[in-house]
């Protein structure tokens, strides 16, 4: 999958139709409510440091 993301080839899930994200997003989201202490979720929208710093600081306080 790696190779074929850097060739710029889409894999079996990137191929699929934004039907198929919207749900499982969806059912993510739902997850993420019922389960908030197991998932969690972030705003990809934010520079990736952001985002990293975020995912460390989740992992750091369930270690804690």
Known sequence: AKDSAAAGKMDRIESEQIH???KV???MKEL???YPERIHT???SQPQPVVFRDAIT???EKLD
């Open 42 to 44: 972030f705003d990809a």
């Open 32 to 34: 993420a409510a019922k």
């Open 25 to 27: 997003r969806s059912a």
């Open 58 to 60: 989740v992992v750091n």
């Open 20 to 22: 198929f994200h919207q």
